[in-house]
């Protein structure tokens, strides 16, 4: 392979024009409508009969009067002001933003599925439990663990509930204790979550590798220690190397280890949770298994457990009885539900769908393509933008910006906001906050190496900017729907409404 | 053999070399041989996208409660609303279905500006000043209203109307297993909070639903009062719909708003994902719970929308942050904003009126049955329960014979018994009617009902 030509970026943004979108309430004018309902032939009895003046609004809420045409005119040209994965490689790191498949989207929107009630009887809707529980197997084969709940909606609820877990587990054993260990590379939602489980965080450093440091760990273990938290892959990208030897010590003191499984899609098919030694997963289905986020969620996040947690898990669950038929059952210790009905549904029937196209060998294949991008690129870019730490990584890597900065004073923000120019969307910026000037790219396995190369171009041809005009880095992008905005004002004047922009 | 892979086997090679590498085994030769995984996934062979549909196929059909095979009159907070194509292949545009959280504004106008006009909606029906930019549902919604009133009044004691979904009441306690909240229910008198029989000496909140979830109009002076007698906050639960018409939250006085947003354009979808509605008055905003889209401008002086009080969130705030959500419901706050847009103020108040039309001419008509009673004599909205006088689930399962998902099994909901009905609660049914039942599938219902517990 002489030369890879580059390709696959974004280059039609703005489309036309660099005029800002009118709000849908600027738009509207007095009675024009878009609605149109059926025709039922009920009685239509004056509200003021059916219910009390007491209970009725004074004033009408205003909501929006715009015709169709303007309603698709509005939120066409906002999609136009919006980067996606369809149109463009995603390389936030730790996001996991991968191509999300057409056909999951196609299966979510079956009416089979996407018109039944959730509080319809067990036997009206078989294909919904049977579904769920077929997930539940999957991610259990998945991570190695013997069950899991499907009610968490997002990750941080998967914590929430795996911190809750934990707890219940250590009641029932008449132990209660007080603390969790969470590395210092670890996601804001792990010591956010701590405490809404009632417990307080104890940070545990990093080595001059990017790992746990194992001496720290075991000196800050005792009988108070409630559990570990741990990404595995961790934040920077890089394998937990002595995870055996963690699950050990944590173990000894009567812990439980807890797996955050934001970068679970390195490992599928390669090493699992729980042969690891974790007893607690939660997963997050709209990075592993391509669910897509939808501008910020929904996402989807289950727990799977090892066999002394299963009792606690949240109920009901959808479970395969003896003669085949599927019902609702509440584990025996349940902490209780953790959503309003059964999880993220539709999420979780995407999930499926993907799951069962690629197999338990397409999977694996998935994990390792996903760590040949994140090497490739890592290394591709070593000149320009330095490995934090200079080895074989996973899914994705951690460079830093830190020399463009010593020589030319462009940091990894400016570097993230020219690379918007550049059609492509910014890696993860300033995170994990161990890492100065981290710029945290993360591929995934969907985008072709023509892509890896056309984004390494850009960051060359952005670091030739730096030595020659760091100033008009500093105002990048300038090609995007809008320029930098002001943060500090909009924090400084709260404006959440467009009420409240009037006022 | 599927997957969505673009390398050909040849790239594969040329970058494994680039690397020093010729097999990806070598990509993985740090991990501890211990732990790895030997015998690949116990999972079957990936099957190509037509071999996964028709598989899919066996489960829908399964699936007999769909909305296409059986006349929905089942609410408890979910309903089958009309959602028009212009919603559905807006709501489904993949730059907004394919987007990630905005964390580059510069390329998140479209999805920022839409939850921008998604606040201020929320902020409309609420009529509270702070809205927030989702969370996951209606339930988890209040759990965070509940984690405010902590924040607020530095208490424990939260006193919750059982007119509560019983559902988000589940929630509520289990999270309380880690907030340590002390949850004390209220139960109903004929479909109405009896404020009076408990202590609400040292709430931090005072929580009930608008109209509660067996859909009785309850006056919420009292809840108010209460909460201000006790210095507690007053957290309202609305059904968003009924708020077109009904007065808000915040002219009940509430300090918090919650709901459940699926009526807004969000399929059944077996209960998810769903939409936590979350407003709040002006005191409480360095409070608040998720993520805050405000208005501001561009180094070019235009128009721009940002995340923003980024500073509450848990990734700055870490362990002292004020909520631990990261991952919201974006799109489903974007298919509300669309929703909303093309019902327009008139097409939102002709919903819940129709609603609130169906509703009392089944109930009307429902009553007239021997054997069939209200269980509360008190105004209701939308959504009504009665006693069958046989178990509900053998009476919503002989309805089902004839096409009608009659609605919901309280016992279902609640368990064998639950504050909120007195006494036996095993045969009564909470039926809902939305503006998309004809007087026909109504009349149905009924010749079905007293045909069932005849």
């Known amino acids: 392979m002489a030369t890879i030509l580059p390709g696959g970026r974004a280059a039609s943004a703005p489309l036309v024009g660099h005029g800002t979108e009118p709000t849908m309430f600027e738009m509207s004018a007095p009675g024009r409508t878009a609605f149109q309902l059926r025709t039922t032939g009920v009685p239509a009895t004056p509200l003021s009969d059916l219910v009390p003046s007491a209970h009725l609004n004074p004033d009408v809420v205003p909501i929006a009067e715009v015709s169709e045409r303007d309603l698709v005119g509005h939120f066409t040209r906002l999609s136009h002001r919006q980067f996606s994965v369809d149109l463009g490689m995603y390389p936030l790191g730790s996001c996991t933003m991968k191509y999300n498949p057409k056909f999951c989207d196609a299966v979510a929107a079956d009416p089979g599925f996407n018109s039944v009630h959730p509080g319809a009887p067990a036997s009206l809707t078989q294909g919904w439990l049977e579904l769920l529980a077929q997930v539940e197997e999957r991610l259990c084969a998945v991570t190695g663990m013997s069950a899991a709940t499907l009610q968490p909606a997002a990750g941080a609820a998967g914590e929430l509930t795996g911190l809750l877990l934990m707890r219940a587990y250590h009641s029932d054993n008449g132990n209660a204790r007080t603390r969790i260990l969470i590395p210092d590379s670890a996601h804001g939602t792990n010591p956010a979550s701590v405490t809404l489980g009632g417990y307080q965080v104890t940070t545990i450093p990093s080595n001059d590798r990017g790992l746990v440091d194992l001496d720290k760990l075991k000196a800050a273990l005792g009988p108070d220690v409630a559990g570990i938290m741990l990404t595995n892959p961790n934040t920077l990208g890089l394998f937990e190397e002595e995870i055996t030897e963690i699950a050990a010590a944590v173990h000894d003191v009567g812990g439980l280890l807890y797996y955050d499984g934001a970068n679970l899609n390195a490992i599928l098919g390669v090493v699992r949770p729980g042969d690891m030694g974790f007893d607690i997963v939660h997963m997050n289905l709209h990075k592993t298994f391509a669910t897509p986020h939808g501008g910020g969620g929904p996402g989807a996040g289950p727990v799977a457990v090892s066999s002394r947690l299963v009792d606690f898990l949240p109920g009901p669950r959808a479970t395969r009885l003896a003669d085949g038929t599927f019902d609702w059952v509440t584990p025996s210790k349940s902490i209780g539900r953790v959503h309003g009905w059964h999880g993220n549904a539709l999420v979780l029937a995407r999930a499926l769908a993907y799951i069962n196209v690629h197999g338990g060998d397409g999977l694996t294949r998935v994990a390792q393509h996903a760590v040949l991008n994140a090497n490739w690129l890592r290394q591709r870019l070593a000149a320009t933008l330095p490995a934090a730490y200079d080895r074989v990584c996973m899914h994705e890597c951690v460079l830093t910006a830190t020399p463009l900065k010593t020589k030319y004073g462009v940091r990894g923000l400016d570097v993230a906001k020219a690379l918007l120019e550049e059609g492509f969307h910014s890696p993860t910026v300033y995170f994990p906050l161990i890492v100065e000037e981290a710029l945290m790219f993360e591929p995934t396995e969907t985008e072709s190496l023509q892509t890896l190369e056309a984004l390494a171009q850009a960051v060359e041809r952005i670091a030739q900017r730096a030595m020659d005009d760091p100033e008009s880095l500093h105002h990048a992008p300038q090609t995007t729907p809008v320029s930098r905005v002001d943060e500090a004002r909009a924090a400084r004047h709260l404006i959440p409404t467009e009420d409240a922009a009037n006022r | ?454």
Request: aromatic share 8%.
């Open chain 2, 1 to 454: 053999m599927a997957d969505y892979l673009p390398h050909t086997p040849a790239e594969v090679d040329a970058m494994l070399g680039f690397l020093g590498m010729d097999s990806f085994e070598q990509l993985f030769a740090h991990i501890p041989p211990a732990v790895r995984l030997s015998q690949g996934l116990d999972l079957p062979d990936g099957l190509s996208e037509p071999d996964v549909a028709a598989d899919l196929v066996r489960l829908t059909s399964a699936n007999r409660a769909q909305t296409g095979l059986m006349t929905c009159f089942a609410g408890g907070g979910v309903y089958d609303h009309e959602v028009p194509a212009v919603v559905k292949q807006l709501a489904g545009r993949s730059e907004f279905v394919t987007a990630y959280t905005p964390y580059q504004p510069e390329v998140a106008q479209g999805v920022l500006q839409a939850i921008f006009e998604y606040q201020t909606l929320v902020s409309r029906l609420s009529g509270l000043p702070i809205p927030n930019a989702s969370l996951y549902d209606g339930a988890t919604a209040m759990v965070e209203g509940l984690n405010m009133a902590t924040g607020a009044t530095g208490r424990n004691k939260m006193v919750i109307s059982a007119g509560v979904h019983p559902h988000w009441r589940s929630v509520a306690a289990t999270f309380a297993r880690g907030t340590g909240h002390e949850i004390v229910v209220v139960p109903l008198k004929d479909g109405v909070t009896d404020w009076d029989s408990v202590d609400a000496t040292g709430a931090a909140a005072i929580v009930a639903a608008y109209p509660n979830y067996l859909g009785v109009l309850e006056d919420m002076t009292a809840a108010k009062l209460l909460a201000v007698a006790n210095g507690a906050l007053f957290i309202l639960g609305t059904d968003p719909v009924a708020a077109g018409v009904l007065k808000t939250a915040g002219q009940w006085g509430a300090d918090v708003f919650v709901g459940e947003g699926q009526p807004f354009g969000t399929p059944l979808a077996f209960g998810g994902p769903f939409l936590g509605l979350f407003a709040c008055t002006q005191d409480q905003v360095r409070r608040l719970p998720g993520r805050i889209v405000g208005e501001t401008v561009d180094s070019n002086d235009r128009r721009s929308f940002v995340t923003t009080l980024r500073a509450r969130e848990q990734d700055i705030r870490r362990e002292k942050a004020t909520s631990n959500v990261c991952t919201n419901q974006t799109l489903m706050a974007v298919t509300a904003a669309i929703q909303l847009g093309w019902l327009g103020t008139q097409g939102l108040r002709e919903v819940a009126t129709r609603c609130a039309q169906g509703a009392h001419y089944l109930f009307d008509q429902l009553v007239g049955i021997d054997g069939v009673t209200a269980v509360s004599t008190q105004p209701f909205f939308r959504e009504f329960a009665v006693h069958v006088g046989q178990d509900a689930s053998i009476v919503l399962s002989e309805m089902a014979v004839h096409g009608v998902l009659g609605g919901l099994s309280v016992r279902s909901l609640c368990g064998n018994s639950d504050p909120s009905v007195a006494g036996a609660l095993d045969d009564v049914i909470l039926v809902t009617v939305t503006e998309r039942r004809t007087k026909d599938e109504i009349d149905h219902y009924v010749d079905v009902l007293r045909k069932v517990v005849r």
